[in-house]
């Protein structure tokens, strides 16, 4: 049983926008802006996507963005495309450890 | 660039040491981590080190049976696996990982970029 908890799939439409949460407590993601997100295609490594919560890394499309209100974070993908179909795991610091959520499967369809 | 290697079968109690070669950047000016997916399954932070290697820190489930290290001379690092476990089979990643020192403790505050992964089986 992961630490954070996400919803395993959601899905969308091209075009549309999707939001997936990741829920932890006051000990890990409501006490640190230490959220990050993860994309990953099957077969291969996961890609950071957000840091820090809203941060997004260099060549990274801007239809990705990430937010928090109190122990609950989210990613929201805008304009999905075909090619966001993937797994995305949300991560937080907690103290003496670093933790993952569950992962989230992204259907677009 | 992040390479792993050293992964394969091994029987249950046994050993294995995985390696990460870097490459593209000044190896000891970061920290790093290894994290870890069990097949079909999420990801799961195991350890890491500052860029010296004089620190380093572990979660809960490998500590005592886990030990990271480095070489910066090689830009390598290493994670010496015994006492393996059948849940211990996974895909190993490292990971370039800036850590976060707070009162609660020391843990990576997120990880970039990452190898392609080392896989380790434990089976008899």
């Known amino acids: 049983q992961s630490a954070l908890t996400q919803p395993a799939s959601v899905s969308g439409s091209p075009g549309q926008s999707i939001t997936i949460s990741c829920t932890g407590t006051?000990?890990?993601?409501?006490?640190?802006?230490?959220v990050s997100w993860y994309q990953q295609h099957p077969g291969k490594a996961p890609k950071l996507i957000i840091f820090e919560v809203t941060k997004r890394p260099s060549g990274v499309s801007h239809r990705f963005s990430g937010s928090k209100s109190g122990n609950t974070a989210s990613l929201t993908i805008s304009g999905l495309q075909a090619e966001d179909e993937a797994d995305y795991y949300c991560c937080s610091y907690a103290g003496s450890s670093t933790e993952f959520g569950g992962g989230t499967k992204l259907t677009v369809l | 660039q992040l390479l792993e290697s050293g992964g394969g079968l091994v029987h249950p109690g046994g050993s294995l040491r995985l390696s990460c070669a870097a490459s593209e950047f000044t190896f000891s000016n970061y920290a790093m981590s290894w994290v870890r997916q069990a097949p079909g399954k999420g990801l799961e932070w195991v350890s890491g080190?500052?860029?010296?290697?004089?620190?380093?820190y572990y979660a809960d489930f490998v500590k005592g049976r886990f030990t990271i290290s480095r070489d910066n001379s090689k830009n390598t690092l290493y994670l010496q696996m015994n006492s393996l476990r059948g849940e211990d089979t996974a895909v190993y990643y490292c990971?370039?990982?800036?850590?976060?020192?707070?009162?609660?403790?020391?843990?990576?505050?997120?990880?970039?970029?990452w190898g392609q992964g080392t896989l380790v089986t434990v089976s008899s």
């Open positions: 006051s000990s890990d993601v409501g006490s640190y802006n230490l």
């Open positions: 990971a370039r990982a800036p850590v976060y020192i707070a009162v609660a403790g020391r843990a990576p505050k997120w990880f970039d970029p």
């Open positions: 080190t500052d860029g010296s290697g004089g620190i380093t």
